[in-house]
């Protein structure tokens, strides 16, 4: 099982993606982006956070999913850890 949720990783890679975008089109041709003026820091931050953050929440985690539905049931399911019960509870 992949300790990592597929939110976070798809997360991950937009930002690595959004980043490598940006940056090859002020590298390529710095005019093409030069209307931000000063707000080109805050334009590249902003833009990189909030598709990162689109890409996590529009991605989906199957063991997320599963949790969901069974806690809707009320029931657990198997690769939940279950809590051993002591000697010392009442109902043990």
């Given at each position: 099982m992949n300790p990592i949720s597929p939110k976070v990783s798809a997360a991950v890679l937009a930002g690595i993606f959004v980043s490598a975008i940006l940056g090859n089109l002020s590298t390529v041709d710095p005019s093409m982006?030069?209307?931000f003026g000063p707000w080109s820091p805050f334009i590249y931050g902003t833009a990189v956070s909030l598709l990162s953050g689109l890409a996590g929440y529009w991605a989906r985690?199957?063991?997320?999913?599963?949790?969901?539905?069974?806690?809707?049931?009320?029931?657990?399911?198997?690769?939940?850890?279950?809590?051993p019960k002591h000697a010392a509870e009442p109902g043990a």
């Open positions: 982006l030069a209307w985690d199957p063991y997320r999913d599963l949790g969901i539905v069974h806690a809707a049931a009320g029931t657990a399911y198997p690769d939940t850890p279950i809590a």
